[in-house]
């Protein structure tokens, strides 16, 4: 099955990245209230293309759904109930109140097909939106729930991105210790699933976690392999 989490964050990452390069650059030459004019443009134009990219996604999700609801039975077409959920993860950026919604209309509609990958997948979701608007004791609950069904299914590469989760969840409280345990175990499972571009991500969170205690020679360790995971992934721009 196709992979559907943090698709939009990942963008939203590089989409960063590339500004605050652009912005490092403008400042070797200017000073001042240039300085301050130019990260305010560029800022501007990153939001308006990031707002205007999630905009076009929901149209075309949209136009998917209204595709797949031809079907008498499409409330249990798993091409259906996986299209709700990209729509959920497309909203939890800057909707999350609408993603949580969505996403237990998603919950709802795989409890009657039976599909468990799809419940899962929409506990992820539901946990995102409500760790999004800070209300993390319920986004524990829908990640352990979702890590729970994942479990049953042996799906480690999906159960890996809610292990993640809950590690950023603690690296939000700074309960750091606690993150790198949870991220420990998503890296156990990334690596079971060989997934060189989520290994590196992930890589980047637990050195992050150590450089907040002061753990220097882990935090680095981490770093270094983040970069070599990035370039086995191919990914250029992230490993530069």
């Not at 075309?60 to 109930?81: C, F, M, P, V």
């Not at 959920?85 to 939890?92: D, L, R």
Request: charge should be positive; charged fraction near 20%; glycine fraction near 4%.
């Amino acid at each position: 099955m196709d992979t559907i989490y943090f698709s939009g964050f990942s963008r939203l990452f590089r989409l960063v990245g590339a500004v605050i390069f652009v912005v490092h650059k403008i400042k070797k030459q200017q000073s001042g209230f240039q300085i301050k004019s130019s990260l305010m443009f560029f800022v501007f134009l990153f939001v308006c293309n990031f707002t205007f990219a999630q905009q076009n996604k929901v149209r075309q999700i949209n136009q998917r759904l209204s595709e797949l609801k031809t079907k008498s039975n499409y409330l249990s077409d798993t091409a259906y109930l996986n299209t709700i959920i990209k729509k959920v993860n497309v909203y939890i950026v800057f909707h999350p109140d609408s993603a949580i919604i969505y996403g237990k209309q998603s919950l709802t509609f795989c409890k009657k097909a039976n599909y468990k990958w799809g419940e899962a997948s929409s506990l992820i979701a539901i946990g995102n939106g409500y760790h999004k608007i800070d209300s993390f004791q319920l986004a524990l609950n829908y990640y352990q729930r979702a890590i729970d069904t994942f479990t049953k299914l042996n799906d480690r590469h999906q159960r890996a991105y809610a292990y993640q989760s809950i590690g950023k969840f603690f690296a939000d409280q700074s309960a750091f210790k606690k993150a790198i345990e949870y991220f420990s175990k998503a890296y156990s499972d990334f690596q079971y699933s060989g997934s060189q571009s989520d290994l590196a991500s992930l890589s980047n969170n637990v050195a992050n976690a150590y450089l907040a205690i002061g753990d220097y020679p882990h935090a680095l360790d981490y770093y270094y392999r983040s970069l070599k995971f990035f370039e086995k992934a191919g990914d250029k721009f992230r490993a530069a």
